[in-house]
T-cell receptor
Framework: DAGVIQSPRHEVTEMGQEVTLRCKPISGHNSLFWYRQTMMRGLELLIYFNNNVPIDDSGMPEDRFSAKMPNASFSTLKIQPSEPRDSAVYFC???????????????FGSGTRLTVV | DQQVKQNSPSLSVQEGRISILNCDYTNSMFDYFLWYKKYPAEGPTFLISISSIKDKNEDGRFTVFLNKSAKHLSLHIVPSQPGDSAVYFCAASGGGNQFYFGTGTSLTVIP
């Protein structure tokens, strides 16, 4: 398995532009998470999906952020308009839903380093 | 508000010695804990886990200890190797689907 695949690896954009980050979870994983890594808060959960349905988006910082999961193999995180303070590394992770006494850990992608100038 | 805290942003240890990374949590409902290791420019990778029914779990050079009364867990690496130099995150879950992560501790193992 290729693991969780994120694209692009690096994104540099100007303030005010729209940015779209992409994620392909591991096949068979039915839970997907978007995290943002910052120095102050570490790995901060933005939103997660179970079976393609958004479950908790309370971590999304503002209305400028939106995420979709149109099918089990693809998700996007969009920032519109982008601001310099959005500069961070954004990680996507996937896992199987926990159940029957089993708890599954995440598999993370390699991240997208976003720089907004 | 951080429910999982790693109060030491960095740690340096001599090769061959023990590395001890600490993590505290505030939510008494947390019952499953993970440690992740992260190298620069890579995503975090799973290292070791422990559930609340145990107080110790060991995997090779890595041992995780859980003190439920103190809401504290620690990761011991013995002996430390230069390749262990990375950022270590602890994470906790309360049976739901969501893990809460700490801010990470950067470990440097000095050859």
């Amino acid at each position: 398995d290729a693991g969780v695949i994120q694209s692009p690896r690096h994104e540099v954009t100007e303030m005010g532009q729209e940015v779209t980050l992409r994620c392909k979870p591991i096949s068979g994983h039915n839970s997907l998470f978007w995290y943002r890594q910052t120095m102050m808060r570490g790995l901060e959960l933005l939103i997660y999906f179970n079976n393609n349905v958004p479950i908790d988006d309370s971590g999304m910082p503002e209305d400028r952020f939106s995420a979709k999961m149109p099918n089990a193999s693809f998700s996007t995180l969009k920032i519109q308009p982008s601001e310099p303070r959005d500069s961070a590394v954004y990680f996507c992770a996937s896992r199987r839903l926990s159940g029957q006494g089993r708890v599954y850990g995440y598999t993370f992608g390699s991240g997208t380093r976003l720089t907004v100038v | 508000d951080q429910q999982v805290k790693q109060n030491s942003p960095s740690l340096s240890v001599q090769e061959g010695r023990i590395s001890i990374l600490n993590c505290d949590y505030t939510n008494s409902m947390f019952d499953y804990f993970l440690w992740y290791k992260k190298y620069p420019a890579e995503g975090p990778t799973f290292l070791i886990s422990i559930s609340s029914i145990k107080d110790k779990n060991e995997d090779g050079r890595f041992t995780v200890f859980l003190n439920k009364s103190a809401k504290h867990l620690s990761l011991h690496i013995v002996p430390s190797q230069p390749g262990d130099s990375a950022v270590y995150f602890c994470a906790a879950s309360g049976g739901g689907n969501q893990f809460y992560f700490g801010t990470g501790t950067s470990l440097t193992v000095i050859p």
